[in-house]
T-cell receptor, first 114, second 117 residues
Framework: SQKIEQNSEALNIQEGKTATLTCNYT??????LQWYRQDPGRGPVFLLL?????KEKRKERLKVTFDTTLKQSLFHITASQPADSATYLC?????????????FGKGTHLIIQP | GAVVSQHPSRVICKSGTSVKIECRSL??????MFWYRQFPKQSLMLMAT?????????EQGVEKDKFLINHASLTLSTLTVTSAHPEDSSFYIC?????????????FGPGTRLTVT
């Protein structure tokens, strides 16, 4: 069966360091992979999308990599700040056409300590 | 831009009653709207996909007679939880896509916390 796993439920990082979150998937051949941020009691907010033919995508302090051979995506936040503390969700859109709902991982709760 | 609202944000109802949740795209026309459910410390689970003027497509295991979806316009979709029971208590979140903005990115509403007593 299809499965998405995010490396840990919680991750504590010191302010200023780089936070790295992992998303692994099995039995998928996604056209796209997306990362979202979710704050407590709120809906997810889109951060980055990476396509199967892209190795890396950057946006300000965020960087995402996508390795379709390893079936893994890494999400990096550089120069982390306490305001980056949130749950980060990895999501797959298997067909990539926008017509399908997303399949989400459980998320990694990131805590940036001052 | 690309704002999605939900109403109500919180609702408490008694077991056996029905509850309607609205999802609106405020500044764009939504090609497709999706309904998700999230239990504490769990991932978002897709319940159904809805296109304007069409019947919703439900995911396996989601009862279509219990979770009624109406998508009357390009900016409004409603989810009605009929004969609610305590196990239906959850965080319900809608999202929308728009091919006019981006066909891939989903814009999520703030969610509705349903508590059934």
């Amino acid at each position: 069966s299809q499965k998405i796993e995010q490396n840990s439920e919680a991750l504590n990082i010191q302010e200023g360091k780089t936070a790295t979150l992992t998303c692994n998937y099995t039995n998928y051949s996604p056209a796209y992979l997306q990362w979202y941020r979710q704050d407590p009691g709120r809906g997810p907010v889109f951060l980055l999308l990476i396509r199967e033919n892209e190795k890396e995508k950057r946006k300000e302090r965020l960087k995402v990599t996508f390795d379709t051979t390893l079936k893994q995506s890494l999400f990096h936040i550089t120069a982390s700040q306490p305001a980056d503390s949130a749950t980060y969700l990895c999501a797959l859109d298997p067909r990539g056409g926008g017509a399908d709902g997303l399949t989400f991982g459980k998320g990694t709760h990131l805590i940036i300590q001052p | 831009g690309a704002v999605v609202s939900q109403h109500p944000s919180r609702v408490i109802c008694k077991s056996g009653t029905s509850v309607k949740i609205e999802c609106r795209s405020l500044d764009f026309q939504a090609t497709t709207m999706f309904w998700y459910r999230q239990f504490p410390k769990q991932s978002l689970m897709l319940m159904a996909t809805s296109n304007e003027g069409s019947k919703a497509t439900y995911e396996q295991g989601v009862e279509k007679d219990k979770f009624l979806i109406n998508h009357a316009s390009l900016t409004l979709s409603t989810l009605t939880v009929t004969s609610a029971h305590p196990e239906d208590s959850s965080f319900y979140i809608c999202s929308a896509t728009s091919r006019g903005i981006s066909p891939y990115e989903q814009y999520f509403g703030p969610g509705t916390r349903l508590t059934v007593t």
